[in-house]
């Protein structure tokens, strides 16, 4: 087991210095690059050579590589000159990160909580009304866009019917104290419960919007997983044993079942990133979404690259830990 997970770690930190490779050469392919960007229109050409200067752009490529790469292991991405002008970009994703983490395990949470049971209960019902239902259903989150549903969600419960909150992550009327800057678990740790009430009201839409995709591809390989499993021989035979229903679906159904599932979580866990740029935009979320989208639009240089290789850094160290718990699950994985 120690070999494998040295192993996997070997190829994380590979795939890490891939991916600053990856980010180093394409922001400095950019049009204008970050001296357009920080000197704007104002710009002349002796304050452009200057500032290339300062920013040592003019020493060689690799050079240049190399004190990126010296900064960003020391967490240094330079200061934001867009989203929040003067301020360092590390500071601006420490500040936002939380924000798309409570976002992402209420869409991860709800995803689950409903693709996996379904997923079971059509592969039992195969196909029946039910089965035939819950696929038609599947492929409806899987086709429509993310940031369509998200505008459908808040135009039917937000301004038509006044449900939920539009967009934020709190209310204007809510003095809540922020440690972690972890809305829910702060309402928790300071027993404020009109603050955690009030953050899951602004979390439930985009949450909702979020999962529709993680939700369709779980329910999916979860009926297809299961119907494979309980085809198997050793499934037949714990049933001519006569175990119990519950013991066969426990310990030979699920649990076997489960091992494909557990890889497409981590990778939707890792996708749900990306798909939180769109979710986060349409409902004025303040995560590192945002702040990628304004980062494209402002060509904030910094903030691209912190919230890039951040969100890489993360989406690999979830693998990781799925590999590790399929290694778990499935031994036979760590000879592979």
């Known amino acids: 087991m120690l070999k494998f997970i040295v192993r996997r770690l070997l190829q994380a930190v590979l795939a890490m210095f891939m991916m600053s490779l ?14 357009s960007a920080l000197l704007g229109e104002r710009g002349t050409p002796e304050s452009a050579a200057a500032l290339r200067e300062q920013l040592g752009l003019n020493d060689s490529i690799f050079v240049q590589y190399w004190r990126f790469l010296t900064r960003a292991v020391q967490g240094d991405f330079g200061i934001s000159n867009g989203v929040f002008r003067g301020q360092p970009a590390m500071e601006v994703f420490l500040q936002r990160f939380p924000a798309t983490i409570e976002l992402s395990i209420i869409a991860i949470a709800i995803a689950l909580v409903l693709a996996i049971p379904l997923g079971y209960l059509a592969a039992r019902r195969r196909g029946g009304i039910f089965d035939t239902g819950s696929v038609i259903f599947s492929l409806v989150g899987v086709a429509v866009p993310v940031f369509f549903l998200a505008y459908v969600l808040k135009y039917i419960f937000a301004v038509r019917w006044g449900l939920l909150p539009p967009s934020g992550r709190s209310g ?13 678990l702060d309402g928790i740790m300071t027993r404020e419960w009109d603050a955690v009430w009030d953050a899951l009201k602004h979390l439930i839409l985009p949450a909702l919007a979020l999962s529709s995709i993680p939700f369709a591809i779980i329910f999916r390989i979860t009926r297809a997983s299961v119907i494979e499993v309980m085809d ?7 049933r001519a044993k006569g175990l119990t229903s519950s013991t066969i679906r426990g310990r030979h159904i699920m649990r076997n079942a489960l091992i494909p599932v557990v890889t497409i979580i981590g990778l939707q866990i890792g996708a749900l990133l990306a798909g939180a740029v769109l979710t986060e935009k349409v409902f004025a979320f303040p995560g590192i979404g945002d702040a990628l989208a304004q980062g494209f639009t402002l060509r904030d240089y910094p903030i691209l690259q912190v919230v890039i290789m ?3 850094l993360i989406y690999i160290i ?3 830990l799925v590999d590790i718990a399929y290694a778990i699950i499935d031994p036979r994985v760590r000879t592979r």
Request: aromatic share 12%; no cysteine.
């Open 232 to 238: 198997e021989d050793y499934v037949r035979t714990a």
């Open 310 to 312: 951040m969100a890489a």
């Open 172 to 184: 204007v009327g809510i003095n809540a104290t922020h440690i972690t800057n972890f809305y829910i």
């Open 318 to 320: 979830v693998n990781l």
């Open 22 to 35: 990856l980010l180093f050469a394409w922001l400095r392919s950019l049009p204008g690059g970050p001296v």
